[in-house]
T-cell receptor
C-alpha cells in the first residue's frame, strides 16, 4: 500500500532551527512536495524535490533520499508566523499526490 | 493568493441531501484536483480532471462526482450526504496532466452535515 509518515506535532523556540521528517512508500515516485497549512486555510506550496539532495529556499530547505524513501523540511530562524501544519506529499506513478496527515509545528517565544 | 477560488466558503446540509461545490482554477490551468480534508488529517484525493475528463480517482464512492468546464471552472457533487462527509473540501489547479506541476489550492469549502 501507499503510506506517508510524519510526526504529529513538534515544538520549537523562536529563532531556532527545526527539522520535520517524512518517510514515504508509494507505487512509483515522481517527487516529494512540502506544503504549509495555517489553521483553517488552504495548503500553500513550499518545495518540490525529485532528485536526491538538498534544495534551499530562503529560511526553508528540503532534502530527499530516494533510496531511503525519506525527506525532511528544515526551517531556520523560526518566526512565530511559522506556527502551522506542514504536509508532506509524495507523487506516485499515476501523478497523484499521496498526503501525510501533517506535522503541527508550535513555536514558543 | 493562488488565483484559485471556491464557493461557498461554508455550507450546512442535512443527511441525505445533495450538495454542489464550485471551483474556479487559475487561467490556463488544465488540471483540477479535488480533495477532502478531515480535521487534523491530510487531504484525501477524491478525483482529478484534465481537459474536462476524469483523469484519476481516489477511494471515494460513486456518489462523489465531478465536472470540469472549458472556462477553467469545475464542480464537485456529493449525493446522499452522510455525517462523515463533514470536512474541508479543497480544489487545486495545476498547469498540465501527467507532469509534476505544483498544485495551487483554493481556500476550501467547509461542509457540515447534520
Amino acid at each position: 500500500g501507499q503510506n506517508i509518515d510524519q510526526p504529529t506535532e513538534m515544538t520549537a523556540t523562536e529563532g531556532a532551527i527545526v527539522q520535520i521528517n517524512c518517510t514515504y512508500q508509494t507505487s512509483g515516485f515522481n517527487g516529494l512536495f512540502w506544503y504549509q497549512q495555517h489553521a483553517g486555510e488552504a495548503p500553500t506550496f513550499l518545495s518540490y524535490n525529485v532528485l536526491d539532495g538538498l534544495e534551499e529556499k530562503g529560511r526553508f530547505s528540503s532534502f530527499l533520499s530516494r533510496s531511503k524513501g525519506y525527506s525532511y523540511l528544515l526551517l531556520k530562524e523560526l518566526q512565530m508566523k511559522d506556527s502551522a501544519s506542514y504536509l508532506c506529499a509524495a507523487m506516485d506513478s499515476n501523478y497523484q499526490l499521496i498526503w501525510g496527515a501533517g506535522t503541527k509545528l508550535i513555536i514558543k517565544p | 493568493e493562488t488565483g484559485v477560488t471556491q464557493s461557498p466558503t461554508h455550507l450546512i446540509k442535512t443527511r441525505g441531501q445533495q450538495v454542489t461545490l464550485r471551483c474556479s482554477s487559475q487561467s490556463g490551468h488544465n488540471t483540477v484536483s479535488w480533495y477532502q480534508q478531515a480535521l487534523g488529517q491530510g487531504p484525501q484525493f477524491i478525483f482529478q480532471y484534465y481537459r474536462e475528463e476524469e483523469n484519476g480517482r481516489g477511494n471515494f464512492p460513486p456518489r462523489f462526482s465531478g465536472l470540469q468546464f472549458p472556462n477553467y471552472s469545475s464542480e464537485l457533487n456529493v449525493n446522499a450526504l452522510e455525517l462523515d462527509d463533514s470536512a474541508l473540501y479543497l480544489c487545486a489547479s495545476s498547469l498540465g496532466q501527467g507532469v509534476t506541476d505544483t498544485q495551487y489550492f483554493g481556500p476550501g469549502t467547509r461542509l457540515t452535515v447534520l
